[in-house]
Nanobody, 125 residues
Framework: QVQLVESGGGLVQAGGSLRLSCAAS????????MGWFRQAPGKERDFVAA????????DYADSVQGRFTISRDNAKNTVYLQMNRLKPEDTAVYYC??????????????????WGQGTQVTVSS
């Protein structure tokens, strides 16, 4: 079992940047593929990005492709989401998640076994 804690959220102006961190404890993060999801008020939780155990494969939602970068530092048991050129529509609670599955589609939230508590990102226009 792994526990996930997100940090790094906050208020930023449109065009700005934030870096979210997801610190894992308990079982090593190398046992999991990791993902970031987000949920805006009144909307469903949406996929943002995912990264495989080795970091060799990274998937992104079309809406963040080219602006966001997911990475991981297995030695630090931490996963990151660098968010650049932020837009007001990026405003949401961002969640880190871990899945023990291998391969396939990492877009589906139901594949993820563990979730963090979320961190708020607010982008002002």
């Amino acid at each position: 079992q792994v526990q996930l804690v997100e940090s790094g959220g906050g208020l930023v102006q449109a065009g700005g940047s934030l870096r979210l961190s997801c610190a894992a404890s308990g079982r090593t993060v190398t046992a999991y593929a990791m993902g970031w999801f987000r949920q805006a008020p009144g909307k469903e939780r949406d996929f943002v990005a995912a990264i495989t155990r080795s970091g060799s494969r990274r998937d992104y939602a079309d809406s963040v492709q080219g602006r966001f970068t997911i990475s991981r530092d297995n030695a630090k048991n931490t996963v990151y989401l660098q968010m650049n050129r932020l837009k007001p529509e990026d405003t949401a609670v961002y969640y880190c998640a871990a899945t023990a599955d291998y391969g396939g589609n990492y877009y589906y939230s139901g594949r993820y076994n563990y979730w963090g508590q979320g961190t708020q990102v607010t982008v002002s226009s």
